[in-house]
């Protein structure tokens, strides 16, 4: 059942559902505050009060996914949002949630995008241009502590630098392989590589968008 919403509440209601008929998603809350003049908290706490009122349902505590709801409580649309934390640095253990170590977030499609806790890392340098990871671009991952060969991962080396290469199990190392004929392969002991995340799509930067 549907409560009934205060003025600012249905303000903010038709306000996600313009958007969703504009641009076929939900926009990210930075930009929520912007367009309805309010405050990142205030968007926040109306989401919240709309899916108490039943009027959205939320999904992920990290990245947020929404769904507008009709009024037997099924999905209004087949549109929905997800907002994903930018990690500004990769470190050891995965403790990248914590929001001082984001450096803004993006919104992805999360009809695409289905895995639980996923972070974007912005990519810096050519090493990968051959399967089309660009520099500027953001690498969509999921959190990994594993990688079968040839998967394009995060990797933690030596718990200070984080790079995205192609990994391979050897038999007395792990190889880290561009896609760049410029780089040779990287070699380490197993005890140097920590893997954080798998790239599992890539939203594009500047660089390829020209």
């Not at 367009?35 to 968007?43: E, I, P, R, T």
């Not at 009809?111 to 969509?140: E, H, T």
């Not at 050897?170 to 197993?190: A, C, D, G, Q, V």
Request: charged share 25%.
């Amino acid at each position: 059942m549907q409560l009934l919403l205060t003025q600012k509440q249905k303000h903010l209601l038709d306000y996600l559902q313009r958007e969703i008929h504009r641009s076929g998603a939900l926009p990210s809350l930075r930009k929520a505050a912007a367009d309805l003049g309010v405050s990142h908290a205030a968007v926040a706490q109306g989401l919240k009060a709309l899916e108490e009122k039943g009027y959205v349902k939320r999904q992920g505590r990290y990245s947020r996914t929404i769904y507008l709801l009709n009024r037997v409580q099924e999905m209004a649309a087949p549109h929905r949002w997800r907002e994903v934390p930018v990690i500004g640095r990769v470190t050891a253990g995965l403790p990248m949630y914590a929001q001082e170590e984001w450096d803004g977030s993006i919104v992805i499609d999360a009809s695409i995008y289905r895995g639980q806790n996923l972070f974007a890392l912005r990519i810096k340098g050519d090493s990968m241009k051959n399967v089309g990871i660009l520099n500027g671009d953001l690498a969509i991952c999921e959190p990994r502590q594993y990688a079968q060969n040839g998967e394009i991962v995060v990797a933690l080396i030596g718990e200070e630098e984080a790079t995205v290469k192609r990994f391979f199990l050897r038999k007395n190392h792990i190889e880290l392989r561009s896609e760049n004929p410029r780089y040779r392969p990287m070699r380490y002991p197993f005890g140097e590589v920590l893997i954080q995340g798998k790239v599992i799509g890539i939203c594009r930067g500047p660089e390829g968008i020209k």
